[in-house]
């Protein structure tokens, strides 16, 4: 048997994927969460909806970690695209991850952690280089999978995968006016989410690699709060399922 890896979602659409690989499986409610176990590519796989934003996510993991001792932790969900460039329907790898409503100054410098003397925590190197490489592996699959019709409402002609940093905070970014003063603030952002940071913080904590990879939903603007569910509920069971097949294939 391979090794016990922990697959964490926000919402239930960005878990279906997953779950259809894993029939027959009963959850273990513990927490106020449900943890589905299963087998996935040889290796057993830990399925668990942490709920939105840092809290749910936070604890969900703490529970993770004390009950199931997973080896790796992955995240897959959706973000807002922050960074120009970074499109609707294109993947985010996150190699660092921080928290943009963090703000204990003057005590602390904005965004650090306080009590860890930094503000940023990194992907696990090699989760990271395997996540890229299943998340392109994915994107190629994708446009065949998806009809017509769904590209061409959602124009994912030619979806890419980026690497870079995930930015995290209580708050569904939703106006142009504050993605801008995210990318002003906070330079290289790419993508923006509710649960990636808070989950890499307890990861850190327990010394367990971790790595978030998130399909974008929306640019966190104007048109977040309609781009959003639209895309949840007809695109973003379609990447999580072969990524992560992929990724504990490569594993
Ligand atoms: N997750 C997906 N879209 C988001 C947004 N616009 N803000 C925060 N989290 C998100």
Not at 142 to 166: D, M, N, Y
Request: hydrophobic share 45%.
């Amino acid at each position: 048997m391979g090794q016990t890896i922990a697959i964490i979602s926000a919402l239930h659409e960005e878990q279906a994927g997953l779950l259809a690989l894993m029939p027959g499986q009963r959850p273990e409610r513990l927490g106020g969460r449900e943890f589905w176990r299963g087998q996935l590519q040889g290796h057993e796989v830990i399925a668990v909806l942490s709920g939105i934003g840092k809290v749910a996510a936070a604890t969900t993991t703490a529970v993770l970690m004390e009950r199931f001792q997973p080896q790796q932790v992955i995240f897959t969900g959706v973000a807002g695209g922050i960074a120009s460039g970074v499109a609707v329907g294109d993947i985010v790898v996150g190699s660092s991850y921080l928290q943009h409503d963090m703000d204990a100054s003057p005590l602390f410098p904005r965004h650090e952690l306080p009590g860890y003397g930094r503000s940023r925590l990194p992907a696990d190197p090699r989760l990271l280089a395997l996540m890229q490489q299943a998340a392109e592996e994915a994107i190629a699959w994708l446009p065949r999978q998806l009809g017509p019709a769904t590209r061409t409402a959602f124009s994912l002609h030619s979806p890419r995968v980026h690497s870079g940093k995930i930015v995290t905070g209580d708050r569904f970014v939703a106006t142009a006016a504050e993605s801008r003063a995210l990318r002003s603030e906070l330079g290289a952002a790419l993508a923006v989410d509710m649960e990636s940071a808070a989950v890499a913080q307890v990861c850190h904590d327990y010394g367990v690699p971790f790595c978030a990879v998130r399909t974008i939903s929306d640019r966190a603007d104007d048109q977040a709060h309609v781009d959003f569910p639209a895309f949840l509920q007809q695109v973003a069971r379609h990447y999580s399922g072969r990524m992560l097949e992929t990724a504990l294939n490569l594993l």
